[in-house]
């Protein structure tokens, strides 16, 4: 709340007086600095010279580290090569590069222990805030562990934020971020009906992550609000991954099932599907439409392009670290200890080029 | 170097306490935390019930967090949405965590500035290493940053790692994990060349990256080995994305120039081109062949299957664990400040579908 002098003098350098300098404006160094915008080589150059010069940058943030000052956001995630997560990830750290904070991500391969030893190691750090990402797998250890982590991190001045995650239930001092999961899948799965597809493989992932649960109870729903049966040897379980998409539907094939359509737990699993369907001579949409789920870059990479339900993966990221930003401007004001705000964002189809009716009833 | 006793009663509880009380075998309960193996739910639950009860986890970890002693890895990457590079911390952290050391990555966002501010709370924090992932931009001004980086970091009993980056010039206490880069991009336009291309669209990235930079050298020195023109209007700079491969080679097309091949800077790039093939009529391989660069599991998603260049990202990730690691075990032995080593890892060309001999002399 109190208000800095602009001294070119004898404070640390100011953005203006780098300016100054490299006779350009305040505006280029910013640009040059935070390496959003396409700068010319030469601007950047001279910029960058005289940032040296006067030791700006170092000074910039030794003020704010010398205090431990410089707000650290610490994100927590499965696996690194995900690109639905990688997507929050990418919302959460623009969002505090934007207030200038600092972003971590640590890994937990899926194992608690690294999980807890991360938690645990962040919450030595000082971070602002501890933000976990992706499917839960064990509900009831997994109530019990983060319910844990909230009060372990709020005793520490810190904050928990779940995205994409199942809420903690009671009062547990911990704010989660979610999509319309199941919603998605509805609409999902409504798209494929009302197109004519009564033939139907579902492929929603992995059974015991409470995401696949999620979408498959979703597009159970709709089946059930078109009155269409769902025959159980329609659905196949297995991992998130391409290899299972194709090892699924060539599996399928195999056995001689008939089907018009495929509901894919996600994109990945929806590209793997593809190619089994080409390898086995069946054209998408022609033969056999396809969807997928969550929208990243690879769905509208694909030929044809993928309809999917779009989740706002970037935008969760960006309301997590709004929400931990907020709470922290409104400090000290005895929120804590009950808050468990539940943020929930819409999800939609994207309507692309793999759906089309089917020849004939399957 | 000190030998540790297994103690049931006093000490903390041990692995083997866990699967006692579990009636499990050790392997099970290790199978369990780790998270690397399917296990039933019904022994994941069994054994974590007890790990609960004994507060294994904690202890275990407790004892070496309690003196701030587990090393962590801090990789600082640009961008935590590039496949190459993910594949990379991937390497680096599966190795950490095989020696139950810990892992954060850190986003820069091509920013010199939040790079500088992550290496200095990294230095703060006691971080064992920082490894800087990814091209390198501008020669002068890099060998400058990280010179000063490779020293602070050192004289803080840390060390840099740079992987994929141009090693630094002098007597600097950094270890470099580079790949041929210049040699895969020659292996891959000798490839295109021996099946008889001549007219051959280069797309070999940003003008001013150093990776785009080595890959064009190779594939000049490969046309030159062959006595081929290298064209300098059939080489287009870009971006490594999707959208540069789609534009380029539609511009390309639009514009009327022949071309029986595309050699691309990475499969992401090569995947845009060939939806811009797709769109305009053109097969691939029949009509155009058309080669990669990464060996990204893309690669083998589209259809047909790219043939590109392997770069063995992981196994860089892990061998610049494994310097530090073994930096670290020498350690206190005065190698600091010159050992500056440099490992190059093989590059080699995958063999896939995307490449047949022109149908004519373009």
Redesign the interface.
């Known amino acids: 709340m109190s208000q800095r002098k602009a001294s070119a003098d004898a404070g640390p350098a100011t953005i203006r007086d780098v300016a100054e300098r490299a006779g350009v404006s305040v505006a280029s160094v910013s640009r040059v ?4 915008y396409p700068v010319s ?1 030469d601007l ?2 001279r910029v ?1 010279k005289v940032v ?1 010069e006067l030791d700006y ?2 000074n ?3 003020r704010s ?1 010398a205090g ?1 000052g ?1 707000p ?1 956001v ?1 994100i927590l995630i499965n ?3 995900g ?1 639905a997560f ?2 929050v ?2 919302g959460v ?2 969002a505090a ?1 934007l207030r200038g904070w ?13 999980e ?3 938690v ?2 962040m919450r ?2 000082g971070v602002t805030a501890v933000v976990l990402l992706g499917g839960a797998y ?1 509900f ?2 997994y109530q ?1 562990r983060m319910a844990r982590f909230a009060r372990s991190l709020d005793a520490a001045g810190s904050h928990l934020v779940l995205v994409g995650r199942p809420p903690l239930e009671g009062d547990v001092p911990a704010t989660t971020v979610d999509y319309d999961n199941e919603g998605g899948a509805y609409a999902m799965a409504s798209h494929l009906l009302s197109a004519g597809h009564r033939r139907v493989l579902v492929l929603p992932g992995p059974a ?1 992550l409470t995401t696949a649960q999620g979408r498959l109870n979703g597009a159970r729903r709709a089946f059930e609000a078109y009155g269409v049966p769902f025959p159980p040897d329609m659905v196949h379980h297995g991992p998130y991954d ?1 290899e299972h998409g194709l090892r699924a539907v060539e599996s399928v094939l195999r056995e001689g099932s008939r089907f018009t359509a495929i509901l894919a737990g996600t994109d990945v699993v929806a ?2 599907a593809m ?1 089994a369907l ?1 390898s086995a001579g069946l054209r998408v949409p022609e033969d056999v439409s396809v969807v997928g789920y969550d929208d990243i ?2 769905a509208s ?1 694909l ?1 044809p392009k993928l309809s999917t339900v779009h989740v706002p993966y970037e935008e969760m990221g960006r309301v997590a670290l709004r929400a931990v930003a907020d709470r922290r401007e409104g400090g000290g004001t005895g929120r804590r200890g009950g808050d468990g705000a539940h943020l929930i964002l819409g999800t939609h189809v994207v309507v692309r080029q793999s759906v089309r009716p089917p020849e004939r009833q399957g």
Chains 1, 2 share one sequence.
């Open positions: 600095l935070s390496g959003n080589d950047r150059r960058m040296r940058v170092t910039a943030h030794a580290l431990g410089t650290t610490a696996h690194i090569t690109a990688a997507h990830a990418k750290e623009g590069s600092l972003t971590l991500v640590g890994t937990t391969g899926d194992d608690p222990e690294r807890l030893a991360l645990n190691l030595q750090q064990d009831e250890e019990l015991e391409f590209a793997g190619q080409r870059p690879l990479q030929t």
